[in-house]
C-alpha cells in the first residue's frame, strides 16, 4: 500500500526568495513553477515550496540524505542557513544535522551508508 516518501513541502511565504534560496542551496532549478507552487526534483523526491502553508512550529523533520555531512552543513550554513544541531553521530555511521533555512522552515540532513541513492 505505502511506496515510501515522496515530496516534502515547506512553508514559503515569500515565494521567490525561497525559490532562489532553494535553487541555490540544492543547486537545481525547479521543474514546475507556479505563483501557488513551486517544485524541485531531488534525487527522487519532490521539494515543493508553498506560499499558502501556514509556518508552524511542529514536531516534523525531513531529513534530506547526503554523502558528506560535514560539506553539506557548510554548504547550507554557506547559502544562509541556520544551526538549530551540529551534525551529531546517533549510532553507527549515520549522522544527523538539523538546520533553519530563512523562512523558518527546519531542515535536516543525514549521512546513513545504508540508503545510498543509486
Not at 535553487?23 to 501557488?36: I, L, Q, V
Request: hydrophobic share 40%.
Amino acid at each position: 500500500m505505502f511506496q515510501g516518501l515522496r515530496t516534502v513541502i515547506y512553508a514559503a511565504p515569500d515565494l521567490a526568495a525561497a525559490k532562489a534560496w532553494y535553487t541555490r542551496a540544492f543547486g537545481t532549478s525547479p521543474y514546475f513553477d507556479e505563483p501557488f507552487y513551486v517544485g524541485f526534483s531531488i534525487g527522487g523526491y519532490e521539494l515543493g515550496l508553498d506560499p499558502d502553508i501556514p509556518l508552524t512550529n511542529g514536531s516534523t523533520v525531513t531529513y534530506w540524505g547526503v554523502g558528506d555531512i560535514d560539506d553539506a552543513f557548510a554548504h547550507l550554513m554557506k547559502c544562509g542557513a541556520k544551526e538549530q544541531s551540529a551534525p551529531t553521530n546517533v549510532g553507527g555511521e549515520i549522522w544527523v544535522a538539523t538546520l533553519e533555512d530563512p523562512f523558518g522552515n527546519t531542515l535536516g540532513i543525514i549521512e546513513n551508508p545504508e540508503f545510498r541513492a543509486e
